[in-house]
């Protein structure tokens, strides 16, 4: 292995990260969106995939760097927010009360990954509205970073800080980000650090918002479900009398459904003392919100009862530390529901 010293490493090689420190360094978060913006850019910078329909042409190569479009940054920006918002439920702002204008976009068009086409359009056009706003306002307040002339040709002085809207940039395109040729190999070159290190402060700053277990992995990855084998599912249906545990109606065992009691979007886990056997419409119904306390109390019973530990293979220390867990779950759960869900009349 080759050891370099101070005075071999080239200067450029530390500026890309002294400029996004200027930009994204603060002593304290109040909100996850430079986080998830700086993480946008740099899915942006290697063209990464996130299952959107290109919208014109996105990026392109010069010799003199790269200029990423605005309505692709959006498009990471909505690929990487919307589990957390949306999936996940995860708070991402300090103060009480207070909302970001991109969660009202994703409100009110209630928009989800199988949402329709002009959705998806009318979203990422929205926020890249806000972004280009925020490109717009960060260029006025440092224009010190780029140089501007007016209307008339005349070259304002650097360190104004510009009032109006009168200007032109020169050699940039609103529409873009343009990203110099070495800034953009060093991008590539160190993502994998960079982008562990902002899903870091990310996490670090949504655990002081949430009462959610495994932020990490909401954050930084996209888990997948498992599921419980066959003679899971039909030892359980038999515990329940062949019956859905919500509303009781009969079912037979290739009808059954598989419900995660505290939603898998909550714990990301599979763990049969959270599992129950459900019909449709009851599973459909309740999708991945919180049932009502009753049930809990229900499910705890089962738990710790003799016929469930015997048919499972568990001691009744077991039972009750899970059943512990699960009201710890329960109760941090509640808090990211209006209201819990009840079996429909």
Request: aromatic share 14%.
């Amino acid at each position: 292995m080759d050891y370099w010293n101070s005075d071999q490493i080239r200067d450029y090689d530390y500026q890309p990260l002294r400029q996004m420190n200027k930009y994204f360094n603060r002593p304290y978060l109040t909100t996850t969106y430079k986080p998830i913006l700086l993480k946008s850019f740099l899915h942006a910078v290697l063209n990464r995939k996130h299952g959107f329909k290109k919208i014109g042409q996105h990026l392109f190569e010069a010799e003199e760097g790269l200029y990423i479009s605005l309505d692709y940054i959006a498009t990471c920006f909505v690929a990487i927010n919307w589990p957390l918002y949306k999936k996940y439920r995860l708070k991402q702002v300090t103060n009480k009360g207070v909302t970001l204008g991109i969660y009202n976009i994703f409100d009110k068009y209630n928009f989800h990954s199988r949402s329709r086409p002009s959705y998806k359009e009318e979203v990422l056009q929205a926020i890249s509205k806000i972004l280009k706003k925020d490109v717009l306002y960060r260029l006025r307040k440092n224009c010190y970073i780029y140089e501007f002339v007016s209307s008339t040709g005349d070259i304002f002085d650097v360190p104004q800080k510009l009032k109006s809207t009168d200007f032109t940039p020169i050699k940039h395109d609103l529409r873009y980000l343009f990203v110099p040729q070495e800034v953009s190999s060093y991008l590539k070159k160190h993502y994998a650090i960079l982008n562990t290190a902002i899903n870091y402060q990310m996490a670090k700053f949504i655990e002081t918002c949430n009462h959610a277990p495994k932020i990490c992995t909401k954050v930084g990855a996209n888990p997948s479900r498992t599921s419980l084998n066959t003679d899971q599912i039909f030892k359980l249906l038999d515990l329940q009398d062949k019956s859905c545990f919500y509303c009781g109606k009969s079912i037979v065992k290739n009808e059954s459904d598989t419900d995660h009691f505290i939603p898998w979007s909550f714990i990301l886990e599979t763990d049969i003392f959270n599992m129950v056997q459900a019909c449709e419409q009851c599973n459909r119904s309740k999708n991945d919100q919180l049932a009502v306390k009753q049930h809990l109390d229900r499910l705890q019973a089962r738990n710790k009862s003799e016929v469930f530990l015997n048919s499972f293979g568990f001691e009744k220390k077991q039972a009750a530390d899970k059943n512990r867990i699960l009201e710890i779950y329960f109760n941090d759960c509640a808090l990211y529901f209006d209201k819990n869900w009840e079996v429909s009349n």
